[in-house]
């Protein structure tokens, strides 16, 4: 099974900073790699797909960058200019093989 | 709109089963797999596995084999999923998704694109 492990686990920010939340895969899944942001009380929301792909609806602000081997380990969300809506819990999911796996968290805080 | 809404919350005792519903609207109903996924409290979501609306394949996770169940019933675009033999550590919330397929050069990815409201599932004697 594919281990996600993201970091930090939390981040505290202001309005208007630029944050960055890392996911590392255990093996390599190309950009097989999705980006979900959750609200207490709310269904998960789908933020980016295949690593840098941009659903219609979801802010420009957003934006997701596949690093390292060719073979797709790490990967980075940012959020430019930080909105009062933007504090929640971010996750990184891979969809390269069964069983589809999930990052711990990264909990997005205000300062 | 596309909708998944789910059954309501349920309170079991430990060996019990419980069975959620997810019923779908907005789109064609088997045009799309549908995945369950649980979270429970202070962990990331969990893949449970997923139903072919079309053919009713199913792909499991091998920690819930012998344990979950998941069916589809195409004339009122629903999917449920059961799971048996229920222990204090299923307490979470359920959720159903659909996935949809991003296809780039002929690599398939799969991603939740719309997700049920949740379920909470509380196993307590």
């Known amino acids: 099974d594919i281990q996600m492990t993201q970091s ?39 933020l980016i797909y295949a690593a840098s792909n941009v659903p219609s609806g979801v802010p420009s602000r957003f934006s997701g960058s596949r690093s390292g081997s060719a073979y797709g380990t790490d990967f980075t969300l940012t959020i430019n200019s930080l909105q009062p809506e933007d504090f929640a819990t971010y996750y990184c999911q891979q969809s390269y093989s069964y069983p589809y796996s999930f990052g711990q968290g990264t909990k997005l805080e205000i300062k | ?35 369950w996924l649980r979270q429970a409290p202070g962990q990331g979501p969990e893949w449970m596995g997923l139903i072919n609306p079309k053919s009713g394949d199913k792909n499991y996770a091998h920690t819930f084999q012998g344990r979950v169940t998941m069916t589809r019933d195409t004339s009122i675009s629903s999917a449920y999923m059961a799971l048996s033999s229920l222990r204090f550590d299923d307490t979470a919330v359920y959720y159903c998704a659909r996935a949809r397929v991003y296809d780039s050069n002929g690599y398939y990815l799969y991603y939740f694109d719309y997700w049920g409201q949740g379920a909470l599932v509380t196993v307590s004697s």
């Open chain 1, 8 to 46: 930090p686990s939390s981040l505290s920010a202001s309005v208007g900073d630029r944050v960055t939340i890392t996911c590392r895969a255990s093996q390599g899944i190309t950009s097989y790699l999705n980006w979900y942001q959750h609200q207490p009380g709310k269904a998960p929301r789908l």
């Open chain 2, 1 to 35: 709109q596309v909708q998944l809404v789910q059954s309501g919350a349920e309170v079991k005792k430990p060996g019990a089963s419980v069975k959620l519903s997810c019923q779908t609207s907005g789109y064609t109903f088997s045009d799309y797999e549908i995945h």
